[in-house]
């Protein structure tokens, strides 16, 4: 159990990091192809700068989730990752709601598996 719940939470953070890549360095290219049928194509250099505030916050997320990893007390490396899991999937809820529903399957699902998988372990 503690085996599946380390590998989700390490697909959480990849996730996340490939998040960061797209919107901080490959906006007009890796995020054309994601948002297509969401976002006009004039609108992608124009939001580049939003786009890479935003990757950098998915950033942030993905730090905290690979930290956990390196936490050698067991209590708070469940409580850091279980916050930061907590944020992507209110992150990705809130995404689901206000953008894309198919949000909440890609961010907040994982993040939930892995929060009660680790609840559980």
């Known amino acids: 159990m503690k085996i599946a719940t380390e590998i989700l939470i390490a697909i959480v ?10 919107e901080m360095f490959s906006w007009e290219i890796a995020g054309k192809r994601v948002f297509k049928k969401s976002l006009p194509e004039e609108l992608f250099k124009q939001t580049k700068g939003l786009a890479a505030n935003q990757g950098l916050y998915n950033g942030f997320l993905a730090a905290g989730l690979i930290w956990s990893f390196f936490i050698t007390n067991l209590e708070w490396k469940e409580n850091v990752a279980l ?16 953008a894309d529903k198919k949000i909440f399957f890609i961010q ?6 892995a929060m009660v998988l680790l609840l559980m372990y």
């Open 13 to 22: 953070a990849l996730e996340h990091l490939y998040i960061l890549w797209m």
């Open 83 to 98: 916050f930061f899991l907590s944020c992507v999937a209110l992150a990705g809820i809130y995404g689901a709601l206000s």
């Open 108 to 113: 907040s699902l994982p993040a939930i598996l």
